[in-house]
Each structure stands twice: as C-alpha cells, then as structure tokens.
C-alpha cells in the first residue's frame, strides 16, 4: 500500500530563499509530524498535527519555519529566507489515532542543501 | 541531559555475535517506547515497540524498566544485514510527538 510521500527529495536553492516541502500522509492517518536530521546528528522534532486541533508548533526553530495542513490530509513546511544552517533531511511521519502504541511511518525525507 | 540518550558507538562485532544497546530516558511521564531501525541516508524504520513486559520478534529482545527509565535492546546471531544505526524512541501520552536519541552505529563485520 502507500505509505508516506514527500517531495521533492531533493531541493539544492540559494540562501535567503523560500523552500515549500510537501508532504502526503497515509491515508486515514489523523496525525501528521515533521522533523528533520541534520548530518551526523539525530531526529528534532518540528510540528505536530493532529486532526482539526490546534498544531503543536513547540520544536520550530525560528519564525522562518511555517506549516500548514489543508484538509486534514497534505502538509506544507514552508521555510522563508533559507539559511545554510537549514541544510538538512527534513522527514513527515504520520499515524493513526489511537493507543500510545501505535508507531509513526516515515517518508523518504527531502533533502534541503543551501548553498 | 538529553531526554533520550543512547551510547552512539560505534559498535563493530562479528557475524553471530550478540550485541546490546542501552538508552535512558528523563522523563518519567514518558508512555511508549519504540527501537527504531536507520540505515545510511533512508528514513528511519519500526523495528519494535518496547512493552514493560518484555517482548521478542525473532532474534531480537527489547525491555523496559520503567523504575530505572532504562530501555534495551538485544540482538543475538547478529547478520551482516542487521548493520545500520537503532533509534531509542520515547512518546509522551497518547497523542504526543516522538523524542528520538542520536542512535546507537552497530557495524557487523564478516
């Protein structure tokens, strides 16, 4: 079955620019998280989605970084004025609701290089 | 302190041999635990959830300790396809975002 999508996979642009990353969640999965791994280093939590309640916005690093979710379903992780420091794998997890159990499914990642 | 830390290794065994990572986490609110599986530059996989219990799926065996805060993961017969980095992964309540350690490198060598 499908699983999470993201695009584009790759996305090289200069500093200062805005990047637009998208991601396309399990269908039926209610919940929807980004993060993103800078090399060497490990997972940091972004934004969180969960239905139609408020987004928990508590692991975005600057006012640069913007997401939205329309519909319920796709996401958009918006960063303006692009900086060198945000050259990382920016990965979407989504899940269904349910037990504290139930895991989160990864996409592929995009990965953003800002020259 | 880390909420979630992990030894990053890296660990270099040989084939069959048993390997155990360990992790710790800080917060005792803290409800569900996963090992995570990462291989180089791919998107981090589900290799397990942790239950206080104990439980097993193959040739690997994950505990919890909750009065210790302590997390395990054991491998046995280790495979030259088990080399990759494992996540400690920690969730807070039901709905909560995932806390991801920096990972544990495990390189099985031939």
């Known amino acids: 079955g499908a699983g999470v999508s993201q695009s584009p996979s790759n996305k090289v642009t200069e500093k200062g620019k805005d990047v637009e990353l998208r991601c396309d969640p399990i269908?039926?999965?209610?919940?929807l998280y980004w993060y993103r791994q800078s090399l060497g280093q490990g997972l940091e939590f972004l934004i969180y989605f969960q239905g139609n309640s408020a987004p928990d916005k508590s692991g975005l690093p600057s006012d640069r970084f913007s997401a939205e979710r329309t519909g319920g379903s796709v996401s958009t992780l918006t960063i303006q004025r692009t900086q060198q420091e945000d050259s990382a794998v920016y990965l979407c997890?989504?899940?269904?609701?349910?037990?504290?159990?139930?895991?989160?499914?990864f996409g592929d990642g995009t990965r953003l290089s800002i020259l | 302190r880390k909420e979630v830390e992990q030894d990053p290794g890296p660990f270099n065994v040989p084939e069959g041999a048993t390997v155990a990572f360990n992790c710790t986490y800080s917060?005792?609110?803290?409800?569900?635990f996963f090992w995570y599986r990462q291989d180089c530059r791919k998107e981090p996989k589900l290799l397990m959830s942790?239950?206080?219990s104990g439980n097993e799926d193959g040739r690997f065996t994950a505990q919890l300790n909750r009065a210790s805060q302590y997390i395990s993961l054991l491998i046995r017969d280790s495979k030259l396809s088990d080399s990759a980095t494992y996540l400690c992964v920690v969730k807070r309540g039901s709905q909560g975002n995932l806390i991801f350690g920096k990972g544990t490198k495990l390189s099985v060598k031939p």
């Open positions: 997890a989504s899940s269904p609701v349910g037990t504290s159990n139930q895991p989160q499914h």
């Open positions: 917060n005792s609110a803290s409800q569900s």
């Open positions: 269908s039926g999965h209610t919940a």
């Open positions: 942790v239950y206080s």
